[in-house]
C-alpha cells in the first residue's frame, strides 16, 4: 500500500524540499472529440450508392476526394481504426492512390482485377480483401469487420511493443545502476551516488537519506546521513539521529515498510500518524511541497534506510523559486514511485552486500590464522567428519541451485527465439524476399533446439525446399503466427515468463547464501595451536608420519621410499612440520595408481633445509596447479577430500619462515618441495619486516 500523503520531521526537512499541482489555471474550452467509432473512408460516388447503407453499422462513413485520402488517414485521432474502400474514384489523374497507409489502416480494393493486383503488390499486408467493382452488401460488410479487426489488432501489436521498448529501456538503465551498486565498496560514495540518481530519475529538487542503525543499547534509531538540495547548494549537512517513531515521516516508513506519497507536506491527511515539521522551511525560506519518500529493504526484507525526495520539478534544470513553485513543482506519480521504490532496494541490497564483503575480508583474515590449528590430532580427526558433514549441506542448496539457474537459461532462450519469431513478423513483408526467407530460415535453426516446435520447425524447413520464394513467405508467415499464438497460450507473455525467471534467479540466490553460511561456519572449529618452537630431529618426525601412512599405503598398492639426510636437529615446529608432510604424502598416495611409488627425501641445501616429496601419479592439469593452495580446492571426489589440506601446509610452511613449491617430473607426477631456514628466528619474536623477507624463495 502506498500512503498518499506525506508528513516530514525536523530532520527530514533539512534536507528536502516540496512541491504542489499546479493551480490557478482557468477552464480550457473543450475541444472538439472525435468519434470513436471505425472510419470508412470511400468516394463521393460509393457514398451514394445502396451498397454504402450496409456498411454504415460498421463505422463513420466519409466521403473523400482523392487528393483528401492522404490528409484524411494521416489526421485521423490516434489509434482510430480506419478502412479505406478504394474504388476507381479514389484514384488520381496518373491512376495511383495518393496514399501511405499508417498505423491501423486497411484497404478493400473495390477496383478491376487488373488494378486490384497492382494494388496488392504496392501495399502488401494493408490490402485485407479484394472484392469486384460492385460487391454484395453482405460481403462488403464481412470484409469491412475483418478488415477492422486486423487493423486493430496491427494497432494493438504496436501498442504493446512500444510498451515493451519504454520498459527495457528502464530496465537498461535499473541494470547498469546495478552494476555501479555492485561495485562500489565505499558507503559514502555508494549512498551519495543512489540520491543522484535518485533526483535524477524523479527530477527532483531535493533529497536525503537515513541509514538505520543500532544505540549503544540495541534500539534502532534513524541517522541522517545525506542530503542534497539544488536550491540551496552550500546548506550545511550536520549528520544526528532521531529515534525510530511513526510520529515522523521518516520514522514511519521505517517502521512500516511502506512508502508514502505526499503532493503537498502542508495539505495532510489530519488522521495522519506523522506530522510535516516547517521549521527548516520557515529557517532557511525553501518551501517543501510534493515529497516521497521510500524505504530501502534488503533481500531479506528488512528496512535497512530511508530514501527521502523532495519537489519533483517539470525538469531536472528548472529553477526552483517560491514564486513559481505552482508552476515548476509536481505531484510525485506512480512511474516515479516503482522506479524510485526499485532503485532504493538495489541500494538496500549492495548497502548489505558491501557490509557482507567487509565482513567477508575480515573471515579470510580469521580463516586463514585458524588453518594452522587445523594440525591437532584430534582437531583433524573431527576435521573429517566435519567436512563431511559439510559437504552434505552445502550439496542440497548447490543441487536445486545449479537446477535452476539451468531453468533459467531454457527459458531465457525460450524468450529469444520468441523475440526473434516476433520481429520477423512485425517486419512485415517489405523488402527483399529472399532476405526474408534466409532471415526466417536462421530463426528456424534456432526453434529446432525448441522441443516443443522442433520438430514443426524441421517439417517447414522441409517444405520449404519445394516451394518458391512467394510461397515460402506465405508458409512461414503462417508458421509464425502459429509459433507466436502458441507460445502466448502456453508460456504466458514475454513479461510473465521473465517475471518467473526472475523468480528462479531469486531462489538461487537463497541456495548461495545458504552455503556462504556454511563454509562461513568453518572460521569456528579450530583454536591456536599451543606447539613450541624448538629444536627438533625433522627425519625422525618424517620416517614416524611415514610409518602412520604405511598401511594405507600398502592397501592401495603404492610404495613408500625415503632418503633422509639430515645430521642434525633443526628449530621448526615439529608437529605442524609433521602434519604437512602427512597431508602432502596423503595427497601423493591418493594420486599414484596401483603399483606407482611415493618418495621422499630430505637434505640441506647452503641456508635451507629441504623436503621433497615426489610421486609418479597422475599430477596436477595446467587450470589447478595455481590453485592446489587455495582453501577448500581440491580434486578430489565428493566425501573423498577437505581441500584444506594444502593451505594449511602452506600456512605452517609460511610461518616456519620458508617457501612451499610444486613442480611437474619429467615422466609422471609431480613434486612438492619445501624449504625451511637452517637458522630460523623465533616466530614469536621476529619482526613484520623479517617475517616478510622470509615468504620470498
Known amino acids: 500500500m502506498v500512503n498518499t500523503v506525506q508528513a516530514d520531521d525536523a530532520a527530514s526537512t533539512a534536507t528536502s524540499s516540496g512541491a504542489a499541482q499546479p493551480s490557478g489555471s482557468g477552464p480550457d474550452p473543450s475541444p472538439r472529440v472525435e468519434s470513436s467509432a471505425p472510419l470508412l473512408l470511400c468516394s463521393a460516388a460509393f457514398a451514394g450508392s445502396v451498397t454504402a447503407a450496409a456498411c454504415r453499422p460498421a463505422g463513420e462513413l466519409r466521403p473523400v476526394t482523392p487528393r483528401e485520402l492522404g490528409s484524411a488517414v494521416a489526421t485521423r485521432r490516434p489509434g ?17 492512390v495518393e496514399l501511405q497507409p499508417v498505423g491501423p489502416t486497411r484497404l478493400i480494393s473495390l477496383l478491376p482485377s487488373s488494378a486490384a493486383e497492382v494494388m ?48 527495457a529501456g528502464e530496465i537498461t538503465k535499473l541494470n547498469r545502476i546495478g552494476i555501479a551498486l555492485s561495485t562500489e565498496r565505499d558507503q559514502e ?28 543499547s540495541g534500539n534502532k534509531r534513524l541517522r541522517f546521513n545525506n542530503s542534497q538540495n539544488d536550491s540551496l547548494p552550500h546548506l550545511e549537512l550536520v549528520k544526528f539521529a532521531i529515534p525510530v517513531s511513526k510520529s515522523t515521516l521518516a520514522g514511519y516508513v521505517a517502521v ?10 502542508y495539505l495532510l491527511d489530519p488522521k495522519a500518524e506523522y506530522s510535516f515539521n516547517p521549521a527548516f522551511d520557515q529557517r532557511t525560506g525553501y518551501r517543501t511541497r510534493s515529497m516521497l519518500v521510500l524505504p530501502m529493504k534488503n533481500q531479506d526484507d528488512q528496512v535497512i534506510g530511508v530514501l527521502q525526495l523532495i519537489n519533483r520539478k517539470i525538469s531536472r534544470t528548472a529553477t526552483l523559486t517560491a514564486a513559481d513553485i505552482d508552476n515548476v513543482v509536481l505531484p510525485y506519480d506512480d512511474a516515479a514511485l516503482e522506479l524510485t521504490l526499485s532503485l532504493a532496494s538495489q541500494t538496500a541490497i549492495s548497502l548489505t552486500n558491501t557490509q557482507l564483503f567487509e565482513g567477508l575480508k575480515d573471515s579470510l583474515v580469521e580463516l586463514k590464522q585458524t588453518q594452522a590449528q587445523l594440525v591437532q590430532g584430534e582437531k583433524l580427526a573431527s576435521l573429517g567428519q566435519l567436512t563431511a558433514g559439510v559437504a552434505h549441506e552445502i550439496n542440497n542448496p548447490l543441487a536445486f541451485s545449479r537446477n535452476n539457474t539451468h531453468l533459467a537459461h531454457e527459458r531465457v532462450l525460450k524468450v529469444s527465439r520468441r523475440l526473434a519469431v516476433q520481429r520477423w513478423l512485425d517486419a512485415g513483408s517489405g523488402g527483399d524476399p529472399q532476405a526474408r526467407v ?40 503462417m508458421f509464425f503466427s502459429y509459433v507466436s499464438q502458441s507460445r502466448e497460450q502456453k508460456e504466458g507473455s514475454i513479461d510473465e515468463v521473465l517475471a518467473r525467471t526472475q523468480k528462479v534467479l531469486e531462489e538461487c540466490f537463497i541456495g548461495l547464501d545458504r552455503m556462504a553460511e556454511i563454509v562461513l561456519g568453518l572460521r569456528n572449529f579450530a583454536r591456536l595451536d599451543e606447539a613450541q618452537f624448538q629444536n627438533a630431529d625433522i627425519d625422525e618426525g618424517i620416517r614416524q608420519t611415514l610409518m602412520i601412512l604405511s598401511n594405507n599405503a600398502r592397501d592401495k598398492g603404492v610404495k613408500l621410499t625415503s632418503d633422509l639426510t639430515l645430521t642434525r636437529p633443526y628449530a621448526c615446529f615439529p608437529a605442524k612440520l609433521n602434519q604437512v608432510v602427512l597431508n602432502l604424502v596423503n595427497n601423493a598416495i591418493d594420486a599414484t595408481p596401483r603399483g606407482g611409488e611415493v618418495h621422499v ?64 617430473n619429467e615422466t609422471a607426477g609431480v613434486t612438492f618441495l619445501i624449504r625451511i631456514p637452517t637458522e630460523p628466528k623465533d616466530p614469536g619474536t621476529r619482526t613484520e619486516g623479517a617475517a616478510k623477507a622470509a615468504e620470498s624463495p
Open 80 to 96: 482510430r481504426a480506419c478502412v479505406v474502400l478504394l474504388d476507381e474514384h479514389l484514384l488520381g489523374d496518373d491512376g495511383r
Open 438 to 477: 534466409t532471415a526466417a530460415r536462421a530463426i528456424l535453426d534456432k526453434l529446432k533446439e525448441d522441443k516443443d516446435i522442433g520438430s514443426d520447425a524441421k517439417d517447414v524447413i522441409a517444405d520449404l525446399g519445394s516451394m518458391p520464394a512467394p510461397k515460402q513467405l506465405e508458409l512461414l508467415k
Open 256 to 265: 512500516t515498510g511502506e512508502p508514502v506519497n505526499i503532493p503537498d507536506a
Open 601 to 664: 627425501d630430505t637434505r640441506v641445501n647452503g641456508p635451507w633445509v629441504e623436503i621433497a616429496v615426489r610421486d609418479n601419479g597422475e599430477g596436477i592439469s595446467d587450470a589447478n596447479i595455481s590453485k592446489i593452495f587455495d582453501p577448500f580446492f581440491t580434486t578430489k571426489p565428493v566425501g573423498k577430500g577437505t581441500g584444506l589440506g594444502l593451505s594449511i601446509s602452506y600456512r605452517i610452511v609460511m610461518e616456519h619462515q620458508g617457501t612451499i613449491a610444486v613442480t611437474r
Open 120 to 167: 496488392q503488390q504496392r501495399f502488401g499486408d494493408a490490402l485485407s480483401a479484394i472484392l469486384s467493382p460492385e460487391p454484395g452488401a453482405a460481403a462488403l460488410l464481412v470484409a469491412i469487420r475483418t478488415a477492422l479487426r486486423d487493423a486493430a489488432a496491427d494497432d494493438r501489436l504496436h501498442a504493446l511493443e512500444a510498451e515493451r521498448r519504454r520498459l
Open 189 to 216: 560514495r555508494l549512498l551519495n551516488f543512489i540520491l543522484t540518481t535518485a533526483r535524477d530519475f524523479t527530477c527532483s529538487d531535493a533529497g536525503s537519506l537515513y541509514i538505520v542503525e543500532k544505540d549503544a
